[in-house]
């Protein structure tokens, strides 16, 4: 797994915008001027990017700029008062800001209360949005999950001083990867992936999931005809080790299965990627079966 290290810096919203007026509406009350900073990711040695090295070996670590880290496009910042009522929300997209800001840094004015504060950054595509609802339920309500990391602290507004807040996010999720050992045929287009636990939601604060009942994920197959293909899933946990069952199919064009296996009791853990091989494709997969690599990196975690 790479170290991951991202200075990511800025974006603003006005009060107007980003405040509950029902929070202070005589508006008597002082504001205090909050900055956060989104540092970095404290993210463990692993590989969870793919690069080439097996699970029972050491990654090699390096820092990676968040300009060149396809894995983040979003980040969420949002503050909640001590009565539950969502004060702030600010969204920023990376290649998306406006000008003379930077993504990482966000800028508001709070009145006097104590906070909760909630940080996940992510990455969404079309059909697959990501909501935050409050510090402890947040959901990928379409097709798939992707690659987040989250943050939750307390803060306290007690004076008008400005306020400058660092966080340092951790990455929630685990990973599937099925990776076949025969040549894909032509009349595949698709791999479905249907796990007997685990969610696309999960609680901010705790970082495991709310739905522990399961869900299916289909993903295209790019591979070439003839060549092995690799498909992946990212999943919530609903703790930070868990084991389940796994159902691997190919399917063609019309969405029929050509190919079914299940595999049971595949270990998973949060930060880390657990990898199916096995036949998929030719008649070797109608006897054959899928090997689980179920060693897990070394933990070596690290803030920056």
Known sequence: MFLAAFMLLAASCSNEESLDSSVNPSNEQGFAPVTVRVDGFAVSQSDFSDTGNSQGARATT?????????????????????????????????????????????????????????????????????????????????????????YTQTVTISNTNAVDISATLNRVVSMLTVISTDGKTADVSNVRMTFSAGGKDFNPTTG???????????????????????????????????TMDVTIETLNADGDVLFS????????????????????????????????????????????
């Open 261 to 304: 296996k299940t595999v049971t009791n595949v270990p998973f853990k949060r930060n880390r990627k657990t990898k199916l091989t096995g036949a998929m494709y030719t008649n070797e997969a109608l006897s054959g079966s899928f090997q689980v690599e179920t060693a897990w990196l070394t933990d070596h975690n690290a803030e920056f």
């Open 208 to 242: 495991l999931a709310i739905t522990n009942t399961g869900f299916v994920n289909t993903v295209g197959n790019s591979a070439t005809v003839g060549n092995t293909s690799t498909s992946s899933t990212a999943l919530f946990l609903a703790t930070d080790e868990q």
């Open 62 to 150: 390096r820092a990676t700029a968040v300009a060149s880290y396809s894995g983040v496009s979003f980040i969420t910042l949002a503050f909640y008062a001590s009565n539950g009522i969502e004060v702030y929300k600010h969204t920023q997209e990376k290649g998306n800001l406006e000008e003379g800001k930077t993504f990482g840094e966000f800028e508001c004015s709070l009145p006097m209360d104590t906070y909760t504060m909630v940080a996940v950054a992510y990455t969404t595509k079309e059909g697959s949005p990501f909501v935050l609802t409050n510090p402890t339920e947040a959901a990928f309500t379409g097709l798939h999950a992707y690659e987040t990391f989250a």
